[in-house]
């Protein structure tokens, strides 16, 4: 079972369920965590109540449609949610309808899973991309401009290697950053031994966590690492 680089949490609002198990099989599959709901007014309470990476939306719902749904969202929602808009529809006028909503991209049946993942994948990095500089996770803020990290409100003393794997670890949060994916992250083609990644991440806890009462970086044994922290 091959996992993709990244895993993302996937809200699928579809009403053809023949349709939305071969998308939740596929993506399970990939390593992807995975919602459903099988008509509008369900799929906008989950949107709004959970956080997903991205949110797979038909059309053709019934209860509520998939552009009310969308505008919904779009009004409700306190953060920005990457919509993929899935339609049997083709024509201009409706992908200019579900772009006035608020749609962040088009795809029209039939199509491929894999291209289907792929545009998940983009859209939530390009939603990434997009965000403040300023990562503010708890305690714990990460400027991507500056490479400053501070905790508490205090300076964390990190190396550029240390800075790294905690953006990453902030970018992936909640989600687990396995041991690969941080190597091919940091090193790319290039992997290094495992003596240096143990090496930077006994490093970035010694500053991260140290000095503090609670350790932030947790090892999750047997795949990788993630921010362990407490939303008061």
């Not at 797979?56 to 209860?63: M, R, T, Y």
Request: aromatic share 6%.
């Amino acid at each position: 079972m091959g996992n993709s680089v990244t895993s993302l949490k996937i809200l699928l609002v579809e009403d053809q369920h023949s349709v939305a198990s071969n998308i939740a099989d596929y993506m399970e599959q990939k390593g992807h965590v995975f919602d459903y709901a099988s008509q509008g007014q369900q799929g906008l309470s989950l949107a709004l109540s959970e956080y997903y990476d991205v949110v797979i939306l038909d059309l053709n719902l019934p209860v509520m449609d998939g552009l009310t749904v969308c505008r919904e969202i779009r009004q409700a929602a306190n953060r920005h949610i990457p919509i993929l808009m899935l339609t049997a529809r083709d024509s201009i006028e409706d992908k200019v309808n579900g772009f006035s909503v608020g749609a962040d991209d088009y795809l029209t049946k039939p199509f491929s899973l894999q291209e289907l993942e792929v545009r998940c994948l983009a859209l939530s990095r390009r939603h990434l991309l997009h965000t403040d500089e300023l990562l503010t996770i708890g305690p714990l803020t990460v400027d991507r401009k500056t490479h400053v990290a501070m905790r508490d409100g205090k300076k964390l003393a990190l190396h550029s290697m240390g800075f790294r794997i905690l953006l990453e670890l902030a970018q992936a949060y909640p989600q687990v950053v396995s041991r690969s994916e941080l190597s091919q992250k940091l090193w790319g083609d290039d992997p290094t031994e495992s003596d240096a990644m143990r090496s930077h991440i006994y490093q970035l806890r010694t500053v991260l966590d140290k000095p503090f009462d609670q350790p932030l970086l947790k090892t999750v044994h047997g795949i990788g690492f993630t921010l362990d922290i407490k939303n008061d």
